[in-house]
T-cell receptor, first 114, second 115 residues
Framework: DAGVTQSPTHLIKTRGQHVTLRCSPI?????VSWYQQVLGQGPQFIFQ???????GRGNFPDRFSARQFPNYSSELNVNALLLGDSALYLC?????????????FGSGTQLSVL | AQSVSQHNHHVILSEAASLELGCNYS??????LFWYVQYPGQHLQLLLK??????LVKGIKGFEAEFIKSKFSFNLRKPSVQWSDTAEYFC?????????????FGSGTRLSIRP
């Protein structure tokens, strides 16, 4: 079985641009979460989607948005990029949205903002 | 607000040494606790988790962790480490009144094992 897949693996953007990151969950998983991992820190929660509805949002500005599609894949959008948005963006999937669900992580998208 | 503290940023051990990585969290209610591991070049994966019951939980590869509620701690242990345990280890917490999968991660501990 394929794991969580994310695309692209690497991305370079300039300040002010917009970026879209994509995630395909494990087959059968209906929940997708997004995390931002800045170098030297642990992952920070951005969003969780379950059955195409937003279930949770972390402490990120409105420049960050996401959505989930009928096939449970997801996109993370970031507008008006800042240098501080440079990070590894991780997607995690789980079969349900329950608190005790094991998360399966993808390898991430490394975003560099110049 | 919930937070997770991992006091050791980098731990260096020789093979066969015993390991204990510290983790403390700040939240007064009921929590779910996790340890995730990231091996070099691989993605984050679950090592073990605590939800309820026996406070001593066992995970994969001989790791275990003990939940001590009075100390708000969830330390990770292994009696004898191997070179293959070289990785970054993250402690994480999910409070039961928070968003379902809003897991708060610590900053991580890098473990280096000398062969």
């Amino acid at each position: 079985d394929a794991g969580v897949t994310q695309s692209p693996t690497h991305l370079i953007k300039t300040r002010g641009q917009h970026v879209t990151l994509r995630c395909s969950p494990i087959s059968g998983h209906k929940s997708v979460s997004w995390y931002q991992q800045v170098l030297g820190q642990g992952p920070q929660f951005i969003f969780q989607y379950y059955e195409k509805e937003e279930r949770g949002r972390g402490n990120f500005p409105d420049r960050f948005s996401a959505r989930q599609f009928p096939n449970y894949s997801s996109e993370l959008n970031v507008n008006a990029l800042l240098l501080g948005d440079s990070a590894l963006y991780l997607c995690a999937s789980s079969s349900r949205a329950a608190r005790n669900e094991k998360l399966f992580f993808g390898s991430g998208t490394q975003l560099s903002v110049l | 607000a919930q937070s997770v503290s991992q006091h050791n940023h980098h731990v260096i051990l020789s093979e066969a040494a015993s390991l204990e990585l510290g983790c403390n969290y700040s939240y007064g209610g009921t929590v779910n606790l996790f340890w995730y591991v990231q091996y070099p070049g691989q993605h984050l994966q679950l090592l073990l988790k605590y939800f309820s019951g026996d406070p001593l939980v066992k995970g994969i590869k001989g790791f275990e962790a003990e939940f001590i509620k009075s100390k708000f701690s969830f330390n990770l242990r292994k009696p004898s480490v191997q070179w293959s345990d070289t990785a970054e280890y993250f402690c994480a917490v999910n409070a039961l009144d928070s968003s379902a999968s809003k897991i708060i991660f610590g900053s991580g501990t890098r473990l280096s094992i000398r062969p």
